[in-house]
């Protein structure tokens, strides 16, 4: 099958919406849920006219593109992220088409989703405080190599909590973007995230305490 017919083929392809689409960068963007034959799951991103400007691409270029290239960066630094299972852009009569179709982060829901059915509740605090600091560890490892999130809220931030295990991952990176130095980088999603975030200073201190431990600089001065 050449490109243009793989595109086509994913575009077909319909499922629940999980993001209604919204019109925005001068275009619509949405996600919707495929559910696959063999019950795994995929989610698709779905754009029109959905662009970003540099002064790499001053006429515009889809912004699924600056998401995979996100993606592709964060996995390679360490940072887990959904896994990338189709990407693809088209021209038609309404402007660009964007496509990014990724595989479902299993077991793992939002932090904010995770409190809100008792997760807390439900661990230790001292398992708490290593759940958060795993959180700021991650975000160091994104920071350190320039990376900046560009939307950070707490609801971007997915966990996965088993007896086992405490997994942590980012989602939503289509405003991901390098910065100059890895201090910028971290300036904005620390401020970002502390402000939409339901943490409390106790807690903070928690995700800043595995922040440092990678980073290698204190929060306080990055705040």
Same mark, same amino acid.
């Given at each position: ?7 086509? &083929?994913?575009?077909?392809? &319909? ?21 696959q034959e063999d019950g795994s799951v995929y989610y698709a ?28 960066? =964060?996995?390679?630094h360490g940072v887990r992220v959904p896994q990338i299972v ?22 793992? @829901? ?27 560890? +991650?975000?160091?490892? +994104?920071?350190?190599?320039?990376? &900046? ?42 401020? @970002? ?8 200073? =106790?807690?903070? @201190? &928690? ?5 440092? @431990? ?10």
């Amino acid at each position: 099958m050449n490109l243009a017919g793989q595109f086509e &083929q994913w575009w077909q392809r &319909q499922g629940d919406w999980v993001e209604e689409p919204n019109r925005r960068r001068g275009g619509e963007s949405g996600v919707q849920r495929l559910q696959q034959e063999d019950g795994s799951v995929y989610y698709a991103k779905r754009q029109v006219g959905h662009i970003y400007r540099s002064l790499r691409h001053p006429f515009g270029c889809p912004t699924v593109l600056r998401e995979r290239k996100a993606l592709l960066a =964060l996995d390679r630094h360490g940072v887990r992220v959904p896994q990338i299972v189709y990407c693809g852009t088209e021209r038609s009569v309404e402007g660009w088409r964007g496509l990014l179709i990724s595989a479902e982060l299993e077991g793992f @829901q939002d932090i904010e989703s995770w409190y809100a059915a008792g997760g807390r509740e439900q661990i230790d605090p001292a398992r708490h405080n290593q759940l958060l600091q795993r959180i700021g560890a +991650m975000l160091a490892r +994104m920071n350190l190599a320039r990376w &900046q999130h560009g939307c950070l809220y707490a609801k971007h931030v997915f966990v996965k909590v088993t007896d086992d295990a405490l997994d942590v991952a980012l989602l939503d990176l289509e405003k991901s973007r390098r910065r100059w130095t890895r201090r910028a980088a971290a300036r904005h999603d620390l401020r @970002q995230l502390r402000r939409h975030s339901s943490w409390s200073a =106790l807690e903070w @201190q &928690q995700v800043g305490y595995g922040y440092e @431990q990678v980073f290698g600089s204190t929060i306080k001065r990055l705040l």
